[in-house]
């Protein structure tokens, strides 16, 4: 009797051995996608991969990571294709033959935000790098991502612009090394001014209690690209579907979506699509 | 973003021991006499107490610190403080992470000792304000495990510190969030060498804490 019981038992614990890794395989997922924070956590993403596996079947496994990590995630071939925000970034990994192809999908603007009371005046700055340039000159807090995504690409872009050097450090200048959602909040509690993208501003403006106090500007343009990594590095069957991801992107129903996004719970679009 | 200097790693590193040992310092201070008063009193609502310490022992240190958070942003209840990233909220959730070990610990201790133990002490006539100091001798060992766990605890925390802390640059950047941050950033070797830094502090400190606890067996 004991000895039967212990075969029951041996079987069960097979059995579930073998239907966990069959799990985890499966959740291993088909495509490795390795995107930036703000398309996370927006939400923009989920609702767009929900509709990629309906229509395809594959089931992509998300890694958000500042726009840095993401290349060199590509530049290391620990990524299937993916979905960032430094154009300069992306182009040198194209020439380096880590990278297929770089195609542009959607795009937005960065924003310069800080306390409603404005002490810098970047409300009346002629351009973004005149807005940088007086907050340098006031020296009011300035929170900085500080961790090499694309946005921080892009505020050391803003720094040299306005003929600062980009390790300058005021006094009250704050480098955070982390990701947006963060940086936003801890400028919300300096009620220091903040460089972020519109998307993930909108989802943590009414809790910080920041405004946006920038205008569009050709030097804030925010532009998303989908990046293939090279086939040669990949099994054949992810390098289809990498291609199949950015097929999709580019599609009519797909960037409509895209167009539609946030409408709801912001009032306004957070992304502008490239291809519609 | 260029590596860490060495004198960055100075910086940080000397932050960080200045943050942990003064949540250690603190915790101590405030955890042994209550652990050893939980220990030897018998009082209404002791079992209730006793559960709440163990349930503190095991509390998540990511949870702890998203408290402090809520309890230190500027809405807060205590948001007048100022306290949000700054040392002052890290020293602050480090000893809500290490109080509950020093107490539970210091609990277990004096709880291990004989029970015939205060009755020996007595009947020796030994005068009252002797006894607490000949209890502490006693169970001096298990007071050394407690400050190893409770430093261990906190030296290597990161959910924390980096919630209530912001890994600013200069400010509240310690080891455990600047590993954090390099291995995000991409940056493996950086991450590496900060991480030897952390084992090779957390080892030295151990070391010598176990030399003490050694010496003091024999």
């Known amino acids: 009797m004991t000895r039967l019981r212990f075969l029951y038992l041996l079987i069960a614990v097979a059995l579930a ?13 088909d495509l490795l996608l390795v995107t930036t924070t703000s398309v996370r956590d927006t939400g923009l993403l989920g609702a767009l991969l929900t509709v990629f596996e ?55 603007y960065f924003v310069i935000a800080g306390p409603p009371e404005d002490p810098a005046g970047v409300r009346n700055a002629s351009s973004p790098a005149d807005a940088i340039r007086r907050i340098a000159d006031s020296n009011a807090p300035f929170a900085s991502r500080g961790d090499d995504s694309g946005t921080h690409r892009r505020e050391v872009a803003l720094f040299k612009e306005a003929g600062l050097d980009p390790d300058a450090r005021w006094s009250s200048f704050l480098s955070s090394g982390t990701g947006m959602g963060q940086t936003l909040e801890i400028a919300g509690e300096k009620r220091a001014y903040v460089l972020s993208d519109i998307g ?11 405004e946006s ?13 989908v990046l293939r990594v090279n086939p040669d590095w990949l099994d054949p069957e992810r390098a289809e579907s990498a291609k199949q991801f950015e097929a999709f992107m580019l599609a009519l129903e797909t960037q409509r979506m895209i167009a539609d996004f946030g409408r709801e719970r912001f009032g306004r679009p957070l992304f502008q699509p490239l291809h519609l | 973003m260029d590596p860490p200097s060495a004198a960055m790693l100075v910086e940080i590193t000397a932050r960080t021991l200045v943050v942990c040992l003064t949540a250690l310092a603190i915790s101590l201070a405030v955890g042994l006499p209550i652990g050893i008063a939980l220990g030897r009193r018998h009082f209404r609502g002791r ?6 310490i163990n349930t503190g022992m095991g509390a998540p240190p990511v949870v702890v610190g ?18 949000l990233y700054s040392l002052e909220a890290m020293v ?3 000893v809500v992470i290490a109080l509950p070990l020093v107490v539970g610990i210091t609990l277990a201790a004096v709880g291990s ?18 006894r607490l100091w000949l209890l502490v001798r006693e169970i001096r060992l298990g007071l050394l495990a407690a400050v190893i766990t409770a430093l261990g605890g906190i030296l290597s925390e990161v959910g924390a510190v980096m919630a209530v802390g912001g890994n600013l640059d200069g400010e509240t950047r310690v080891l455990t969030t600047a590993i954090l941050m390099h291995t995000q950033m991409g940056q493996l070797e950086d991450a590496l060498a900060l991480g030897a830094i952390l084992l090779g502090l957390m080892l030295m400190l151990a070391g010598l804490l176990t030399v003490v606890q050694q010496s003091g067996r024999s």
């Open chain 1, 54 to 108: 309906e229509q395809t079947g594959i089931r992509a496994q998300v890694i958000a990571v500042g726009s840095g990590a993401a290349l060199r995630m590509g530049r290391d071939g620990n990524a299937d294709v993916l979905l960032t925000h430094a154009p300069e970034g992306e182009q040198k990994l194209v020439a380096s033959g880590a990278a297929v192809s770089r195609t542009p999908i959607m795009e937005n």
């Open chain 2, 92 to 94: 602050l959730a480090q």
């Open chain 1, 213 to 225: 106090l920038s205008k569009p500007a050709p030097s804030l343009r925010n532009v998303y690209s």
């Open chain 1, 17 to 29: 051995v073998f239907a966990c890794s069959d799990r985890a395989e499966e959740e291993e997922g």
């Open chain 2, 66 to 83: 998203l408290i402090v958070y809520l309890a230190l942003q500027r809405n807060g209840p205590f948001g007048a403080l100022s306290w």
């Open chain 1, 200 to 210: 993930t501003f909108l989802a943590f403006r009414e809790r910080i209690e920041l």
């Open chain 2, 113 to 130: 000792l004989d029970e015939d133990w205060e009755l020996q002490v007595r009947t020796l006539g030994v005068p009252k304000r002797w």
């Open chain 2, 47 to 52: 079992v209730a107490a006793v559960s709440l």
